[in-house]
């Protein structure tokens, strides 16, 4: 459609961008948009490069030629650099380009929307360059680009919705009863959609759909009318209204619907969410739990069509059509997607009041997605429904969102995650694998570390489930190879280490189930759990919250026989674990600190 705009010569070159909200950086700054242009032209161009980015081109040439000259692997170049290489490529006479560039979703620019304009004026005073943007019709951009050609979308829409408006209407037989008997008004309310819709096929798709609801409620043509005009003619307004007149017997079911879609979304973006996987995340916990800890019949296979629909039916029902499966009931389940009917739906629930109230209707309840989703994973797997990838990134993305400090209702469920994802690991000529939680662990990630699904529990600060799975065999804290179980709830976070404390309570579980202080690493010159804690405290001595919320692991220690004068070897020489202590107490001496100093001989 716009080939006859652009230059007709042959050496033009045609170049793409969108920008996109929900992307990575790349995707919605300036930045991004620079070095995709830059990386287009000079690929077409290569003779280019040395004259829009000399430096780099200068060290990738020195290194070319001399072996010996050292330069990074990969260099990012600043939002200055860049600015800077585009303008020469502007600006540059060398080669008679023409270039037609086409930005997509200029709205979605993360940033300042007036310097993204100053860039695309610079860039139109220019011989060389054709511009065409689109956007939403905001107020910065039509000051600038409002006396430009430009075509509205709703003006190239018309027509075609309402022939979607007339065809779906018009395929119900009660509608069709309408026509007949009311031959004016029935028309006119196609016309009243058309002009209400402003181009925005999404909100004609949700009236219709309204006005159908209606047609089966054996409504006139008066109450559709009524109908539409009740209706939002923007989408957020509607997504509002959509919302409040969801049926109060629902909202639980539909706030639940909502927070797995959304946990796929922050979870597992490369893993969308399938209807059965939905299907099963639906189960009510007291059923999915009797599926998880017995062996699943064939009947779970042979009903899957019939369970998938009836998923299907309602959550069309539950979420008032905001949520759709894709596909057709003849397609394959394990092929068919269950996402938000449309990106601005996500927009619309993603506000912080929105959500807030969306996942109210739950609050009372033990529901959490990334359990849900974790049960359905294992029903999954043990019925063998359909082919199960090693999904390492979702599941151990949902056991770190999942809220398990304090319970022990998961623990069967935990097991059996810990089993399955097991099973995907086979030994090699090198000996049996690493279990599959190791590139989750913090600290030790070496093979000494011996890592086991407990260990992980430790470091998550899973206590329900320590606790249990201890009580049945203390055996676990005295049989683990390689790191020490108490190693996992020592190990800090430098991201989380304002919450530290928490710890206090996992070390209280392992010492009362047979830790010892003097626990080390199952290999040679391993330091003693208590020699890590006093390089900590030695370490953050300077972080007053850090070292109170540390006397609180210390006095732990002192109470379980730590030797005080265990000798500790620091980077600027030995140090007595009392010398070190002492050194804390002289630095901050808060209220903790008198315990301590007390158990101090």
């Not at 927070?259 to 969308?272: D, H, T």
């Not at 996987?277 to 009510?284: G, I, N, T």
Request: some cysteine.
């Amino acid at each position: 459609t716009l080939d006859p705009h652009s230059f007709p010569t042959r050496r033009s070159s045609d170049l793409s961008h969108f920008f996109w909200i929900d992307g990575v950086t790349d995707q919605k700054s300036q930045s991004g948009l620079l070095r995709s242009l830059l990386y287009q032209i000079l690929s077409q161009y290569t003779q280019l490069i040395p004259l829009v980015l000399p430096s780099l081109w200068a060290s990738r040439y020195s290194q070319a030629r001399d072996a010996s000259y050292k330069t990074s692997q990969r260099e990012t170049l600043s939002l200055s650099r860049l600015k800077e290489a585009f303008r020469i490529l502007v600006d540059q006479k060398s080669i008679d380009l023409k270039i037609c560039l086409f930005v997509d979703g200029l709205d979605e620019y993360q940033g300042n929307h007036g310097e993204i304009v100053d860039l695309f004026e610079d860039v139109t005073r220019s011989a060389t360059f054709k511009v065409c943007v689109s956007s939403r019709p905001l107020l910065v951009f039509e000051e600038v680009f409002g006396k430009s050609p430009g075509i509205r979308l709703q003006d190239l829409t018309y027509k075609d919705i309402a022939t979607y408006v007339n065809d779906h209407l018009c395929s119900n037989r009660r509608y069709r009863v309408l026509v007949i008997q009311e031959p004016i008004r029935a028309p006119t309310l196609v016309h009243e959609i058309v002009e209400k819709a402003d181009g925005v096929f999404l909100w004609v798709r949700l009236v219709v759909q309204s006005l159908l609801n209606g047609l089966g409620n054996r409504d006139e043509i008066s109450d559709l009318q009524h109908r539409l005009r009740l209706l939002p003619s923007d989408l957020e307004t509607l997504y509002q209204h959509m919302l409040k007149r969801m049926d109060s017997v629902y909202l639980r079911k539909a706030s639940i619907a909502f927070q797995i879609v959304r946990e796929v979304r922050e979870v597992a973006l490369e893993e969308p969410l399938t209807i059965i996987s939905m299907a099963f995340a639906l189960y009510e916990y007291e059923t999915s739990n009797q599926m998880i800890t017995t062996s699943l019949s064939d009947n779970i296979q042979a009903d899957l069509k019939n369970t998938c629909e009836i998923t299907e039916d309602r959550l069309k029902v539950w979420c008032t059509g905001l949520i759709e499966v894709t596909g057709t009931s003849t397609s394959n389940n394990s092929e068919r997607k269950v996402q938000y009917l449309h990106r601005s739906v996500k927009d619309y629930l993603d506000q912080p009041a929105v959500w807030e109230k969306m996942i109210s209707h739950t609050n009372s309840t033990v529901f959490d997605p990334s359990i849900s989703l974790l049960r359905s994973f294992v029903i999954q797997s043990k019925a063998a429904i359909e082919p199960q990838t090693p999904a390492f990134a979702s599941v151990s993305g949902y056991l770190k969102r999942a809220k398990l400090e304090s319970t022990t209702i998961h623990t069967v469920l935990l097991d059996e995650v810990d089993n399955i994802m097991s099973s995907y690991l086979k030994p090699t000529w090198l000996g049996p694998p690493e279990h599959w939680i190791s590139p989750y662990i913090l600290g030790e990630t070496t093979f000494y570390g011996r890592h086991t699904f407990l260990a992980l529990a430790v470091q998550m600060r899973w206590y329900g489930y320590v606790e249990e799975k201890l009580g049945k065999d203390s055996n676990h804290v005295r049989k683990k190879l390689g790191r020490p179980l108490l190693d996992y709830a020592l190990t800090i976070d430098a991201e989380r280490i304002k919450q530290h404390s928490a710890d206090q309570r996992m070390i209280r579980i392992l010492f009362n189930h047979g830790a010892l202080p003097s626990d080390h690493f199952d290999r040679p010159r391993g330091p003693t759990m208590w020699e890590k804690v006093m390089h900590d405290t030695y370490k953050w001595c300077y972080d007053k919250e850090f070292i109170s919320n540390q006397y609180g692991i210390i006095k732990l220690f002192l109470l379980h026989a730590a030797d005080q004068e265990k000798v500790c070897r620091l980077w600027n020489g030995p140090m007595s674990a009392r010398a070190i202590i002492q050194r804390a107490l002289k630095e901050w001496y808060t209220p903790e600190a008198i315990e301590v100093e007390h158990l101090l001989v």
